[in-house]
Structures are given as structure tokens and as C-alpha cells.
T-cell receptor, first 116, second 122 residues
Framework: AQKITQTQPGMFVQEKEAVTLDCTYD???????LFWYKQPSSGEMIFLIY??????QNATEGRYSLNFQKARKSANLVISASQLGDSAMYFC???FGGGSQGNLIFGKGTKLSVKP | ETGVTQTPRHLVMGMTNKKSLKCEQH?????MYWYKQSAKKPLELMFV???????ENNSVPSRFSPECPNSSHLFLHLHTLQPEDSALYLC?????????????????????FGQGTRLTVV
């Protein structure tokens, strides 16, 4: 069965510094999509970035970039120049094939705290 | 404003009550979802509706009953819940490519979420 693992329950980063949030996955599929979402204390999940398994270049969206290492099955999120507003829960999610084709499966999340 | 609105934001109900959660999306999407988020657990997909038709029911107990009257509205009817059902219930929508109900793993269409309903069962 497919599985998403986020090993960091909580992370601290100094404002204006970069931080990497880890995500590894387990699948035998070749086709899959990788997503990162941010969940502030208000509750809604906010889409940040997407990468397809066949994309050769790492995805970037503003201060967010996805460090995709397919052979290692990792999809780490890098946030550059952290801001206080980045404090939130961050979830790695994936779309797999098979019985739940097209649906998102989420990791347990990492709580990021940005210190002033 | 995410385009997905959930009401109520907070709900406290007894185990014998009947209540409903409402979700409305203003994005013109063709798929809607209910997720359950419990403390220290991954987000769990409960139900999926594609073009108003339920396409997934991930072994959810019958005390949760979804309803999708049109592509913009999704309800979750609750009855005789248990305290362990207390959680944040998130609604989401997305625009799925391809034929009705057929999605591929490489579909990049992200899901848009509401702010959730914080449910407490006492």
C-alpha cells in the first residue's frame, strides 16, 4: 500500500532563513503526483506546489520549491526567506494510481514555527 | 477567501442528535470531497463526488451520510455519533480532467479546501 511519511512533527526556523520540510513516500507506481499544502490555525488547507513523477525539473512557486529525488522517493519542501506568516502545519500529499486513483493521500504533517 | 465555504465553523452535538454540515463551492468544479482530520492522524478521505455522483466511500460508518444535490453543494448528515467522531471535517473541491469519474495520478488539479467544521461530540 502507498504511504506518505513526514518524520518531523515540529520544526523551528529563524525569520528570513530557509527551511526544509521532509517527505518520503512508498509506492511501486511510476505515475503519481506530489502536492504540498499549508494549514494555518484558521483550518483551511492551502495548496502550495505540485510536481508530477515524470517532471524532470524541480517545481518552484515563489519562495517554495520542491526538492524531488525520485530514486530516493523523497519530495522535500524548501521554503526560502521564512516569514512569520509561514508558521502553520504543512502536509505532503500524493495522488496514486490503483483503487484510489486520482485521490489525495496525506502525511501526518509538520508544524513549522517561525521565530522573529 | 478560498471559494469553498463550510458552515457551521464549530458544532457541538450530543450522541443522540442529528445535524448536518454544509459545503458550498463557487469555483465551478466538478468534484467535491469530505475529509476527516483527527489529532495526530493523517487527513482521511471519507467521500468523493464526481459530477454529483458518489464515486468513493472509504469504509465510512453509516452514521455519516453524504448528499450532493448539485455540483456546487455537498452535505454531510450526522446522526448518533460517537465521541471519537470529534474532529475537523474538511470539504474540498477540484476540477478533474478527463471523462466523468476518471482521474489519473498525474492530474495536477489541486483541491481547494474550506476552513472546516470543528465538530465536538459530547
Amino acid at each position: 500500500a502507498q504511504k506518505i511519511t513526514q518524520t518531523q512533527p515540529g520544526m523551528f526556523v529563524q525569520e528570513k532563513e530557509a527551511v526544509t520540510l521532509d517527505c518520503t513516500y512508498d509506492t511501486s507506481d511510476q505515475s503519481y503526483g506530489l502536492f504540498w499544502y499549508k494549514q494555518p490555525s484558521s483550518g483551511e488547507m492551502i495548496f502550495l506546489i505540485y510536481q508530477g513523477s515524470y517532471d524532470e525539473q524541480n517545481a518552484t512557486e515563489g519562495r517554495y520549491s520542491l526538492n524531488f529525488q525520485k530514486a530516493r522517493k523523497s519530495a522535500n519542501l524548501v521554503i526560502s526567506a521564512s516569514q512569520l506568516g509561514d508558521s502553520a502545519m504543512y502536509f505532503c500529499a500524493m495522488r496514486f494510481g490503483g483503487g484510489s486513483q486520482g485521490n489525495l493521500i496525506f502525511g501526518k504533517g509538520t508544524k513549522l514555527s517561525v521565530k522573529p | 477567501e478560498t471559494g469553498v465555504t463550510q458552515t457551521p465553523r464549530h458544532l457541538v452535538m450530543g450522541m443522540t442528535n442529528k445535524k448536518s454540515l454544509k459545503c458550498e463551492q463557487h469555483l465551478g468544479h466538478n468534484a467535491m470531497y469530505w475529509y476527516k482530520q483527527s489529532a495526530k492522524k493523517p487527513l482521511e478521505l471519507m467521500f468523493v463526488y464526481n459530477f454529483k455522483e458518489q464515486t468513493e466511500n472509504n469504509s465510512v460508518p453509516s452514521r455519516f451520510s453524504p448528499e450532493c444535490p448539485n455540483s456546487s453543494h455537498l452535505f454531510l448528515h450526522l446522526h448518533t455519533l460517537q465521541p471519537e467522531d470529534s474532529a475537523l471535517y474538511l470539504c474540498a473541491s477540484s476540477q478533474e480532467a478527463g471523462d466523468r469519474g476518471v482521474r489519473t495520478p498525474l492530474d495536477s488539479s489541486e483541491a481547494f479546501f474550506g476552513q472546516g467544521t470543528r465538530l465536538t461530540v459530547v
